[in-house]
């Protein structure tokens, strides 16, 4: 069971007060009807399978009812940081950044 | 005879307090501080059980957590556990055991049928044997299951309490021998709050059956002075008989105690078991090591034991398991047994040591017993059915791979073995960490750790008391300062303890015998699944050379077993036949759970209606003084229908339905989701999520909406009402109102935190009632003043503020039936109230109150769609024929609307919302029915769509039906077909998806 620090309640707490929520850092198109269908299924359908570095976004649903996000290794399950929506994490994979 | 193995001193049991047991149907008798198993064996019980694979009779083999032979059923009936350990199990008065392979009885055994019938069932068999004909495999896994079921499930529920504690420390101990209890010592003195955990009912571990000197007096009552200490100690919490089964994410423990286990079948008092969910900063695992037995031809015969265990029966039960011993083993610690079963006055007749010489201590004192040493030998092979008789020794190569001279053969019906010690690496192993193999202790140690944990003592191959006690408080104190507590510095001396002359050990897996490994007795690896040597190498022979897959393919460490005696054996094994070094081969990962657990623990109090809590409206006991049959929606209990005396479902349902459509009827809506929604840019936002424009709602006006998802698949639907400018009410299907919650939030937080938006939960601050009905109206207007009801005042598709029998409301003249309604929303507390003065007030009018079945059939007739039953996650509002409630010319582009235009959503074959009329008027078509245009074509028949919701509509007189069929909407009037399970083909004809009032003129009267 993972144990999570929730960047708004300043407190670890554990995995059951969460709901998961996802890759991270996927913006809305802001004009999706400019879009063709290649891209719109890209932001629709496909996440990175990421073996290591994975930004995943947390909801602290029985706590503050924040969403905010987690850095996360997807082998060993070791949390890196968390930080609210719309920070940047401050650790990242090299190759991600491409 | 009774307790004939047992001595007249000694032992940590209580000879005063004598224990009447059973096994497999005898009584026994035993003394207080046995375990199941030291009882039986001091009894003389040989077979305790008969293997899972090849029926042959077996007996004790170990004294732990690692036994894979004395596995029983406990208890009777209600209170009965399987896969009980007799090694592990504490005796108590009364205690009844049963053994649990050799199914169905130790008579007469499924498996060596089956093996007579022809089935030689080699390694693999699962796969091979049991996978054609494929259509044999129902019949073979529900024989497989039942065989390789060791033990039984109660059937009824378990009679006992159990609990669950959620535990925080600083420092947490894994195992209470001297390292651990040194951990966690020297932790303890820092001042962090330690838990140590120990599966034994003592604490002590090695040193309960092995003295030593410590700072110059016996390790015994230094033991008992540590065990003192640190349950005097306020920030310790000391945890016998308990087991850490599982090593999880981020240092979090689950510990298993036992807590009235060894008093009874049945708790007296207290909970039998709990579980402790332990958050520690930093873990210490002390667990120690394994024995391993050496693997020689027959070495599953009833007598051969671990030396360890041996030595343990002796010293801790004073029972001595047998009368003529050969120890055959590879190191120092194998001549311990020899020597304890010397000292108690049994026959040693000798000790065959595979090295060529040792100056170990040990070997000195059994030399000095006067017991013959063997050197460069081993047991090839022992001989005997339900017990040894005679081991064949043999002088073996010094690499330990052949036989170099002649065997003897001795009488003897004890064979103990020692093989080495494997650390128990099982915990580091559930965090992820692959174990190291190090060929200088001959074992694989827990590898890199992955989480704040660290290893001492045995478990890292230190065996010397000196390195565990030393390295247990240096440990200790590392882990507190990096938990917060002291600098690491040792908050107390080193005691003095000197250190025992050893031999080194050899590293000898399986005995070499005359004949080679195919052609030889069976050499078992593996008792507990029936693994051979030969089996092995079968599978390596096959083809499997990574050793995760020679494990599956042979069921190696499979099951309750968790490969603790055979593991290291095994992997050696397939090392040697693949003509790799142990290390390349590596090793498989064990995982949760270290020993078997009971539901019970794991559940604690979650059970019932303490897991899934039921949810009940204000109006709930009214519901039940009026005798309704309650259906689960969700959490929420919901009255199905209301049977009057004598009458059945359908025939409630009729009536409650006639009832709505020809005079009024009142349905308790309660556990709609109701979702507050305020803000200057609450309209925008619903603009953003909703289908449908909301731009020109005004106050006092509702609407309804359709939520999709981003992929343009209708996700939820509900009525919302503009309360004020900045002020809505949205609700939500009573399933999915927290998921729509959390959805709205996700798009605000997380998109458009710029929108000034705030909304929050209200289902459970309102009571809703509806009345449905040509008489709605008028029983309303008996008890509601203030709101002009007149038609035109107050229409279809608005709500009002007032008061009904008194009570602040929010009336909304919503309808779900077709039918003029009215739904009344009162605050929560009042809902009662109001209910029962509308039912009061709906006397004259025969008002009938109505279930979810009713409500179901009722918007069925007019073609509303149920969230969730009739959509499935996979249809688009165009496809539901809903086209008219999504508002294409909105300036900001809705979620989901971009994906109407995908190539998917644009497929001319989509399947769409239509109705079904069976040919035969009466017939109900089964919900979930698949359709087909032809029925007489080939299996798999080409299916076109599917029944979402049947019901028999009373109004209309017949059957009626929705459902999804592909391009159904222009095949209206086209027959199709419904080939069902049981034969039959049932006939309807594709209509409109509204059965009744096409024109909707009854809701707006
Ligand atoms: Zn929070």
Partial sequence: MLHLFCPYCQELREENEFHYRGQAHIVRPKDPESLSDKEWGDYLFFRNNSKGIHHEMWYHVSGCRRFFNVTRNTVTYEIYETYKIGETPAVTDKEETE | MSQQNRLAQGGRIDRNR???????GQTYKGYEGDTLASALLANGVDVVGRSFKYSRARGITGHGSEEPNGVVQLGTGDSTVPNVRATQQELYSGLVSNPVAGWPSLQFDLMSYLGKAGAMMPPGFYYKTFMYPQKLWMTYEHFIRKAAGLGKAPTAPDPDTYDKFNQHCDVMVVGGGPAGLSAAYAAAKT??????????????????????TINGQSSSLWLAEMVAELNAMSNV????KTTVMGYFDHNFLVAIERRTDHLGERAVSGTRQRSHRIRAKQVILAAGAQERPLVFANNDVPGVMLASSVTTYIKRYAVVPGHNLIVSTANDSGYLAAIEWSKAGRNVVGIADSRPHSDGALVAEAKALGIDVWFGHGVMEVKGGRRVYSASVAAISAEGDRIIGDVKTYDCDTVATSGGWSPVVHLSCHTGSRPVWRDDIIGFVPGKALQAQHCVGSIMGDHQL?????????????AAAQAGFGDGE?????????????????????VPHKKNVSRAPKQFVDLQNDVTAAGIELATREGFESIEHVKRYTAMGFGTDQGKLGNVNGMAIAARSLGKSIEETGTTIFRPSYTPSTFGALAGRDADTLFDPERYTAIHQWHIDNGAVFEDVGQWKRPWYYPQPGESLSEALNRECLATRNSVGILDASTLGKIDIQGKDAREFLNRVYTNAWSKLAIGKCRYGLMLKEDGMIMDDGVTSCLADDHFIVTTTTGGAAAVLEWLELWHQTEWPELEVYMSSVTDHWSTMTISGPNARKVLAKVCHDIDLDKEAFKFMEWRNGSVAGVTARVFRISFTGELSYEINVSANDGLFVWEALIEAGKEFSITPYGTEAMHVLRAEKGFIIVGQDTDGSVTPYDMDMGWCVGKNKAFS??????????????????????????????????????????????????????????YSAVLGRSIALAVIKE???HKGETLYFPLADGRVIEAVICDYVFYDPEGERQNV
């Fill in chain 2, 894 to 951: 809705f979620i989901g609307k971009r994906s109407f235009d995908r190539p998917d959503t644009q497929k001319a074959d989509r399947k769409q919302f239509v109705g079904l009329k069976t040919k035969n008027s009466d017939e109900v078509l089964p919900e979930g029915a698949q359709a087909v245009w032809d029925p007489k074509q080939a299996i798999p028949m080409t299916m076109v769509g599917h029944v979402t919701s049947s019901y």
């Fill in chain 2, 968 to 970: 159904g909407h222009k």
């Fill in chain 2, 490 to 510: 040792l908050l107390m001396t080193k005691p003095d303890i000197e250190r025992l002359a050893e031999g080194k050990a050899q590293a000898l897996f399986l």
């Fill in chain 2, 18 to 24: 004598v224990l009447n047991f059973s096994f497999a």
């Fill in chain 2, 237 to 240: 919490k000391v945890l016998p």
């Fill in chain 2, 191 to 212: 001042g962090a709050r330690v838990i140590i955990a120990d599966e034994q009912s003592e604490m002590g571990g090695h040193l309960l059956t092995f003295e030593q």
């Fill in chain 2, 466 to 478: 000196a390195d565990c006690v030393h390295g247990g408080l240096e440990t200790g104190s590392k």
